[in-house]
């Protein structure tokens, strides 16, 4: 088991440099957290300083090189020699394979080391496989990050609901759509526009079908059901309609009745129901939040219905997610060797 | 008057029709009958709901025809279709015959489209409309809305339903 002691700095490697990676590097320069990053790479490059990487020279030369490393320092190094404790898994999305992220998990854990992750694909393709890896070597899997950005529901279902059944999950998991669908309603925009309108803003990817058509909720649903049931749910096992055949009529419709249409995710396993559908739902209804919110309502048998609601994406919340799985793996694990 | 029932018969042929026709004997109009083969009771009868429309003044006469022909009536009650939802379909739902999409719910007997908003932007654009349904309980509601979502898989609709809390 990975031990260290409280006055000892925390060693921390970083795998990707997008804005997740960026986040986490500003908060690791900008706050005392006794944290110190002692290897990094990006897709193109990485370094190792057994000693401690200077944050502010990695920034700038990100910024002025598109490199945080040596070329001839491969991600692959990093994660195997870098003398690390925990390593943060922050590359891109491979939502088909899980790679080359799965690997670079497996191989973090096979060394006995604490994995932090904002990437969904290993987490909803491998969940059971890893988790299993991490227990038998008495090191910690956290994933807070790949949920509804900022919202702390992972640890809130992992760590503060013991003892209750969660009975049912409902979410809005993607900003995305929930930023099209507010301004359908409240401007009158058709899908198109609205959709125009999220990519300008940086809302939405060049190709926003993955979010589009409820495949970024979905994943999402898939990772909250197998922290919640463990029940081995897959993509495929979740029934997805996305929002992208919506029309600003069928918005009209719902307005007539003092309600809109949101993209919710919904797992209830009495019912059976695993699904992302766009829902009609009244405009007062907690789960009707605006622009790029994410929230969800968890119903439970002794704590009753919970409502989370916050900030789904960027960079320094889902930084604050990566940071918050650090920091309650230091707790928990610190106590010297 | 609509008044829905549950009659015990015994699981054996010919015992469903015997306990239907005192209801047309009686002048009743028979809605929907649901018979669940696996539904057995303890005694190893069959249960069977059943929904009709009678004139007020028979239903007595109708209560003792069925108990004169040894037929038990386990519940039964005035019923009227107090459960209302409303979904919204997408699509081109003039051209994949919209008269058929209402009927396929209306001729359940236990659910009704009782209104429908539609808008129509422009020819051979998809339309949009609203339909509010009707239906005598829940479970009734959830049959109907079964049937919808299978009606719009074929017709290739996007039905958007209501968040049910």
Wanted: charged residues 25%.
């Amino acid at each position: 088991m990975n031990l260290w002691c409280s006055e000892m700095n925390l060693r921390v490697a970083l795998i990707g440099t997008g804005a997740v990676g960026r986040g986490v590097l500003s908060v690791l320069s900008s706050k005392n957290l006794g944290i110190i990053l002692t290897g990094v790479a990006d897709s193109r490059s990485g370094q190792i300083n057994p000693d401690g990487i200077r944050i502010p020279d990695l920034l700038h030369q990100k910024e002025n090189t598109g490199l945080c490393g040596d070329p001839s320092i491969s991600a692959d190094r990093v994660v195997n020699e870098a003398p690390y404790d925990i390593l943060v898994e922050v590359s891109p999305t491979d939502a088909e394979s899980g790679e080359p992220a799965t690997g670079y998990i497996r191989k973090a854990l096979d060394r006995g080391c604490h994995v932090v992750t904002s990437n969904k694909g290993p987490i909803a393709l491998k969940y059971h496989e890893l988790e299993c890896q991490a227990r038998e070597r008495g090191v910690a899997l956290r994933f807070e990050a790949t949920v509804a950005g900022a919202i702390p529901i992972i640890h809130m279902l992992q760590d503060s609901l013991g003892g209750n059944e969660v009975q049912a999950l409902y979410g809005v998991l993607n900003g995305t759509c929930n930023y099209i669908l507010t301004r359908m309603a409240e401007e009158g925009l058709s899908y198109k526009q609205a959709l125009d309108e999220a990519r300008s803003l940086g809302y939405a990817e060049t190709d926003p079908t993955y979010d589009v058509r409820g495949t970024d909720a979905a994943i999402k649903l898939v990772i909250l059901a197998n922290t919640i049931w463990k029940t081995g749910i897959r993509l495929r096992d979740i029934h997805v309609t996305g929002i992208d055949l919506l029309t600003e009529e069928a918005i009209r419709l719902a307005e007539e009745q003092d309600a809109t249409i949101r993209l919710i995710g919904e797992i209830v396993p009495s019912k059976n129901i695993y699904r992302v559908s766009p829902l009609i739902i009244p405009r007062v209804h907690p789960l009707t939040v605006k622009g790029s919110l994410n929230a969800v309502i968890l119903r439970t048998d002794l704590a009753g219905d919970l409502f989370f609601s916050g900030k789904g994406a960027g960079s320094l919340e889902t930084a604050s997610a990566v940071i918050g799985d650090i920091i309650s793996i230091r707790e928990r694990y610190a106590g010297g060797y | 008057m609509q008044v829905s029932m549950k009659l015990e018969i015994r699981d054996t042929p010919g015992h469903l029709v015997a306990a239907l026709m005192p209801i047309s004997d009686m002048g009743g109009n028979i809605k929907t009958v649901i018979h669940e083969h696996d539904n057995l009771t303890e005694k190893g009868s069959l249960s069977v709901e059943v929904v009709i429309e009678i004139p007020k003044e028979r239903l007595s006469g109708l209560l003792s025809l069925l108990q004169e022909r040894g037929i038990n009536v386990i519940r039964f009650g005035e019923e009227s279709m107090h459960y209302q939802q409303s979904v919204i379909l997408i699509g081109h739902l003039v051209h994949t015959n919209l008269g058929d999409t209402i009927d396929r719910i209306d001729e359940t007997g236990y659910a009704e489209v009782i209104r429908m908003s539609i808008s129509m932007p422009a020819i051979n654009e998809r339309s949009s409309a609203k339909f509010t349904i009707k239906a005598i309980s829940h479970e009734h509601m959830d049959k109907a809305i079964d049937i919808l979502r299978d009606v719009s898989r074929k017709k290739d609709i996007l039905m958007i339903e209501p968040l049910v809390f």
